[in-house]
Structures are given as structure tokens and as C-alpha cells.
């Protein structure tokens, strides 16, 4: 029954001997974190936040494309919702969050 005993502190000893240093341990998902951070979390939330700017910027006049890919002007801005000009006498209501652009003005005539 003895060599059991010394066979499991042996093996005791030589584990303790091979994990080192826990702060190294630690570094890599430590590092893992900081680099998920700046490629992905920190450009995300800072379009996000671009995002948030512009659709509160929007105003009567301005020209928008849709995440549908509709182009129109803004003829209405409500609180949710803005009415978009896409054609003579068409007016279509849209959640402000689908703007996705903001076109520069004289957009629409271009494409006339």
C-alpha cells in the first residue's frame, strides 16, 4: 500500500513543478480580450453611436437611402417615423432607425 502513497506525491510534486508562473497563465486571455476589444467591440459600438447621430440630425429637406435601398426626401420627421418623397405625390413612412445614408443634396436630380 506504501507505493501508492509516494507514487501520488511524486506526481504531485512534478505537476506543481510544470504550471510556472500563474500571471503568465493569465496573459493570454487577458491579451485575447483586449484584442477582441479593439477589432471588434470598440468599431462596432463607434459606428453605432455614428448611427445615432445622424438619425437624429435628420431633418425636413434632406435626401436618404433606406436600408431597402429607397431614395427619397424627407418631407415629414416625426419622433419614430419619417416621410420619404420618392416620387412626384409618393410618400412612404419609414422607421428613422432604416435610414442608412444620407445623401448630399441634389442627389435626386442627378439621377433625373
Excluded: C, W
Amino acid at each position: 500500500m506504501n507505493f501508492f502513497i509516494s507514487d501520488a506525491l511524486a506526481e504531485g510534486a512534478a505537476t506543481t513543478a510544470q504550471q510556472g508562473d500563474p500571471i503568465m497563465g493569465l496573459l493570454f486571455p487577458i491579451g485575447l480580450v483586449v484584442l477582441f476589444y479593439f477589432f471588434l467591440i470598440r468599431p462596432q459600438s463607434k459606428r453605432a453611436k455614428e448611427h445615432r447621430n445622424m438619425v437624429e440630425a435628420i431633418s425636413k429637406g434632406d435626401e436618404v437611402v433606406t436600408t431597402g435601398g429607397i431614395l427619397g426626401k424627407v418631407v415629414d420627421v416625426k419622433e419614430n417615423f419619417i416621410s420619404l418623397e420618392i416620387s412626384n405625390e409618393i410618400t412612404v413612412n419609414v422607421q428613422k432607425n432604416m435610414v442608412s445614408t444620407l445623401m448630399p443634396k441634389g442627389t435626386i436630380k442627378d439621377l433625373k
